[in-house]
């Protein structure tokens, strides 16, 4: 009934209880049961007493369909695609699934994650129906080494798609986040499986906040989200997928050939520290200096005390330097 609910309410206009069950052919305290369950997990629903309730223009569930029917019929039919309710996490799935046998991209979407995670182990809040959680598993040859610069290329993909969405003054922080009035918005985590010398998959987790307008209490860094922005942009996140999906293939596709470099300067364009005092931590090393953007291969530059230095990805942890 939840599909059904979001297709009659997605013009963002108010819809009475009444007016919702009539056309469902349910009571209308079946219409405020289902939509209640969506209120407690913190979905954006409004409700307003003899009006009814509203959920913001372009809402909806994830729908394989609509997320196929909107790419080309020969990248879409070169897909393995899930599309799961609930799972722990899309990336630990797939990992979980990855045979060497099967060398072909797989996308993994969910509309709630139980286990969620992000970078060094971080919890990725993963609210019902609110934002994407996607995986997608990706073969590789010739090693890890030819995958340098592959979350940062993932990065700026987003941004592009983004842009074309309607959404302005997204950037990137090193290596792997979306940032949207100098907060998070988007995530990146990639993880290896296979013979990381040779044949190999990449595992590309995205999160995207699209809807997400409360969880604070369990975020411990300044977020934002689409919905949060206020801007008029696309909240529907199979177009957001779609669009995505799009944009990286044609974009990996150059990269298996060579390299990061070609998108070395798009990065550096949407780059939201450049040319601002940072601290680096790797580890127990902790670097200070000015952030110059990234090599050819995506390597971080600092201008620092002694001068340029470049960091390679890893465990770092960027953070603006207030003490400059």
Not at 115 to 130: C, D, F, L, M, N
Request: charge should be neutral.
């Amino acid at each position: 009934m939840l599909a059904a609910l979001f297709k009659m309410m997605s013009d963002g206009q108010f819809h009475s209880g009444e007016e919702l069950g009539k056309a469902l052919g349910v009571s209308r305290a079946a219409v405020w049961k289902s939509l209640k369950r969506l209120e407690d997990q913190g979905f954006p629903i409004q409700r307003v007493r003899g009006k009814g309730y509203r959920i913001p223009r372009g809402a909806a569930l994830l729908d394989l369909e609509e997320i196929t029917a909107a790419l080309p019929a020969e990248l879409a039919g070169q897909i393995q695609w899930q599309l799961l309710d609930t799972v722990d996490s899309t990336n630990a799935l797939l990992l979980k699934q990855l045979s060497m046998r099967e060398l072909i991209p797989q996308i993994c979407l969910a509309e709630q994650q139980l286990a969620g995670k992000g970078r060094r182990g971080r919890e990725w809040v993963s609210p019902y129906a609110q934002n994407v959680y996607l995986s997608l598993a990706l073969p590789f040859s010739g090693g890890a080494q030819r995958l340098e610069g592959l979350s940062l290329l993932v990065g700026l993909v987003l941004v592009q798609t983004l842009e074309s969405s309607g959404y302005r003054g997204c950037g990137l922080k090193w290596p792997n986040d979306v940032l949207l009035d100098d907060r998070k918005l988007a995530g990146i985590l990639i993880e290896l499986g296979g013979d990381l010398t040779s044949d190999c998959v990449a595992i590309i987790g995205v999160g995207i906040n699209v809807l997400m307008n409360d969880a604070a209490a369990a975020i411990d860094q300044a977020w934002t989200s689409l919905l949060l922005s206020r801007q008029d942009g696309i909240l529907n996140r199979n177009s957001l997928i779609a669009v995505f999906i799009q944009r990286l293939f044609a974009a990996i596709a150059i990269f298996r050939e060579e390299g990061f470099a070609p998108f070395a300067q798009a990065w550096q364009q949407h780059d939201a520290w450049y040319g601002k005092p940072v601290v680096v931590r790797s580890g127990a090393v902790v670097t200070e200096g000015i952030e110059r953007g990234v090599d050819s291969r995506g390597a971080l530059r600092l201008d620092t005390m002694h001068g340029q230095v470049v960091l390679n990805g890893g465990e770092v942890s960027l953070r603006l330097n207030h003490d400059s």
